[in-house]
Structure formats: C-alpha cells, structure tokens
C-alpha cells in the first residue's frame, strides 16, 4: 500500500506529466505558474480519497476508492477541469494583451500579474483530478486493489 509520501510525490507526478503531455499534444508553451498548479493540486488530489475515506482500517476502500466512482464522477470531473482550465487561460490572454496595449507601467505590472494568478489556476482542477486518479490507481495495485461498487 502507497504511503502519504508515496502518493504525494506520484499525484506531483502526475499533474506535471499530465501538463507536459496536454502542451505536448496541443503544440502549447509550458506556462511555469500553471506547471506549479498542476503539481501543488496534484499533490493534493492524490490526498483526497484518505481525506474523503480515512485509512482507520485495511477495508476503508468504499464509494471514493472504487471503480464505480471512477466510472461515474471520472467522465464529468475530467471535462469540467478542462473547461475551467480553458476559460482561466482565457482570463489570462487577455490581461496580458492588456498589459501589452498600456503604457502605464502600474496598469502593466498589475495585468501581468493578473495573468500570472489566471494561469495558476488554470493548473488547479486538472491537477487535482490527475491528483485523485493517480491515488486510486496506486491502490489498485495493492493485494486489496479497488472495490468495484460498494
């Protein structure tokens, strides 16, 4: 069975290796604060189930640690992250074309920074889904593996 540590530094892994790939596929630059996004919520993605479902026993694995959750909530958590990362991405192209038209050097600085928080949480939702996904597929692994439904 994955420890905290354990699934602390494969939920990081993921949502960093989820975000390479997603700019791999579209052909998009790496944004450094969205990188930190999807490693922090990756992180705490991978912690939710044992927050939603404690560890006070071998059998804890219910609803949240089972394939029926995954199946249900996994379709529809993945595309909203998505969407709400496209639209914070959004957020951000525009404050830096604000930022880019102003001769205001507050303005400016304001805007970018602005852009900067945007991009950051675009990394939040998906990071965090990668986060949960990468716990439930570590405990899949382990002789007690995943409940199918509960």
């Known amino acids: 069975m994955a420890n905290r540590r354990q699934h602390a530094v494969l939920g990081a892994a993921?949502?960093?290796s989820g975000y390479a790939l997603h700019t791999w596929v579209k052909q998009e630059e790496m944004s450094l604060p969205e990188l930190f996004g999807?490693?922090?919520?990756?992180?705490?993605?991978?912690?939710?189930?044992?927050?939603?479902?404690?560890?006070?026993?071998?059998h804890h694995r219910s609803f949240f640690h089972s394939i029926s959750f995954v199946g249900v909530a996994g379709p529809t958590a993945w595309s909203s992250a998505?969407?709400?990362?496209?639209?914070?991405?959004?957020?951000?192209?525009?404050c830096e074309a604000q930022?880019?038209?102003?001769?205001?050097?507050?303005?400016?600085s304001?805007?970018?920074?602005?852009?900067?928080?945007?991009?950051?949480?675009?990394?939040?939702?998906?990071?965090?889904v990668l986060g949960?996904?990468?716990?439930?597929?570590?405990?899949?692994l382990t002789p007690k593996g995943l409940p199918f439904v509960v």
């Open 110 to 128: 304001s805007l970018q920074w602005q852009a900067i928080w945007y991009r950051f949480l675009a990394g939040l939702l998906p990071g965090l």
């Open 82 to 94: 998505w969407r709400v990362r496209d639209e914070q991405i959004h957020f951000a192209e525009e």
């Open 132 to 140: 949960y996904a990468s716990h439930l597929a570590a405990d899949s």
């Open 38 to 58: 999807f490693a922090i919520s990756g992180t705490v993605g991978a912690f939710l189930p044992d927050i939603i479902e404690p560890a006070t026993n071998p």
């Open 14 to 16: 993921s949502g960093v």
């Open 99 to 108: 930022a880019n038209a102003t001769l205001d050097m507050y303005e400016k």
